[in-house]
């Protein structure tokens, strides 16, 4: 944004998490300088009327996969970061498995060197946990990481933490108040469940929810949980698939520990009929409980309940021919959807549908994210100070998702076919117009890194 210069956006409804109301939104610098009265003038150099249409802050996504430097073949940080504009996402927090990953200081230094051009949207970056790097965890705190990337089951590359090393890291990151994400799925299980499947010759699309077990996701969550509390570390338990254990993660908020459950998109509209039908398109892990169409719902009413702190893509594509190889054999494809640029729309969609309301979803992509990972206040809410990230939407606008339109680099969108009501229409970052009328305007290199900023980070 130039020096100096100021904008205006006119004729907004602010949502907040608790309240609703018409505003003007004065912008200077890129920074929110002033909300003011519908009736007030300010002289200024741009002009942005919203028309009355909601106007929410832009959403950060606190789990993505985007696999730069690295597997690019997958997603690349300007394919994915396009993608993350075109959805109304401002501000993208990506995980530490890239070439190499991020297990010191030294590599996170070089992976911001070197995503410093090629971002269209502001950045935050995840450092990884493993059992044998808990001594260069701090260092990685210190130099402005949002927090660290766990798994209690070996996947993607990365090792399992076992309760033992779990308690060891979470003490440690305690210590200095860090924050956790973490997959919860318990090795053991899932390793004796993929023998007996394999053994038993399934290939069926079915034997992933199999292998994937509720019972390995309960064990895991549950031993989660209970270090977690003896430790008293800030934890985010990952794709929570379970009522049940939104039900444990909030009992134990409630108790005053930072124990905070992550929702995505999925859960919210794909079933195990959907796996059936149609096995790797639909492959993610935790894979989804809900047998049918109506038990959705459920999922649905606790995230409007409060049972869900933050809602994250977990954005993480593979082309088309890595996925079709699993069409005979599900064992043969990988695990893990596409989903930065769908994530606010499915959202949206639930609203014009009665499933949620537009604070919560300003509460659970926007300001809730931005607490948990340290960027509150200066993303994730609309207050004098913060960043100018807004987004203006379109409620009454319907739309096809098809593949065809998908900007991430993998071409394709589980949703395929679906129709949606309620868009992101114009996205600003930092004041500047990134995205308007569904054409991605920001150029690689306008997004920044955005170290942690050591702010309050209750929810």
């Not at 907004?12 to 909300?35: E, H, S, Y």
């Not at 909601?54 to 690295?70: E, K, R």
């Not at 075109?86 to 530490?96: A, E, F, L, S």
């Not at 600003?428 to 309050?456: T, W």
């Amino acid at each position: 944004m130039a020096e100096g210069k100021t904008t205006i956006v006119k004729n907004a409804r602010i949502v907040r998490p608790d309240t609703i109301f018409n505003a003007n939104i004065l912008i200077k610098n890129g920074k929110i300088a002033a909300i003011t009265a519908p009736h007030e003038s300010v002289e200024c150099d741009e002009v942005i009327d919203a028309g009355g249409r909601y106007v929410i802050p832009g959403a950060v996504d606190g789990h993505t996969h985007m696999m730069d430097p690295g597997h690019t073949e997958r997603e690349d940080f300007i394919t994915g970061t396009r993608a993350a504009a075109y959805g109304g996402v401002t501000t993208v927090i990506t995980h530490h498995r890239t070439i190499p990953p991020v297990y010191t200081v030294k590599e996170l230094r070089e992976k911001i060197r070197y995503l410093k051009d090629r971002s269209v949207v502001d950045f935050g970056l995840k450092g990884g946990g493993a059992p044998d790097n808990i001594q260069e965890l701090k260092a990685m705190w210190d130099e402005g990481v949002t927090g660290f990337k766990m798994f209690t089951c070996n996947m993607h590359g990365a090792p399992a933490m076992y309760p033992g090393d779990l308690l060891k890291a979470f003490r440690e990151i305690a210590s200095w108040d860090g924050t956790v994400l973490i997959h919860c799925e318990d090795d053991h299980i899932t390793s004796t469940e993929e023998q007996r499947l394999k053994k038993e010759g399934r290939k069926d699309y079915l034997s992933h929810s199999e292998w994937r077990s509720s019972l390995a996701e309960r064990l895991a969550v549950e031993t989660v949980i209970e270090i977690a509390m003896e430790t008293g570390v800030r934890v985010v338990i990952a794709h929570v698939s379970q009522p049940v254990l939104l039900e444990k993660i909030k009992t134990a908020r409630d108790r005053g520990y930072p124990v905070y459950a992550e929702m995505c998109p999925y859960y919210l509209y794909l079933t195990l009929e959907d796996l059936k039908e149609r096995g790797p398109w639909v492959k993610f892990t935790p894979p989804t409980r809900a047998r049918k169409a109506e038990e959705l719902d459920i999922m649905w009413e606790m995230l409007t309940g409060g049972f869900v702190s933050v809602l994250g893509s977990d954005h993480c594509p593979y082309p088309k021919e890595q996925k079709k190889a699993g069409d005979q054999n599900i064992w043969d494809a990988p695990n893990g959807l596409p989903g930065v640029e769908t994530s606010m729309r499915l959202m949206l969609n639930g609203v014009n549908n009665g499933k949620t309301t537009i604070n919560k979803v300003v509460e659970v992509m926007c300001e809730n994210p931005a607490r948990v990972y340290g960027l509150y206040p200066k993303k994730g809410t609309m207050e004098i100070g913060s960043d100018a990230d807004l987004v203006i939407l379109d409620m009454e606008r319907e739309e096809m998702l098809t593949n065809s339109k998908i900007l991430s680099k993998c071409g394709w969108t589980p949703y395929d076919g679906m129709k949606i009501k309620g868009v992101a229409d114009t996205v600003l970052l930092r004041g500047e117009v990134v995205v308007k009328e569904g054409k991605v305007l920001s150029q690689p290199g306008f997004g920044k890194f955005q170290p942690r900023l050591d702010k309050e980070l209750k929810v």
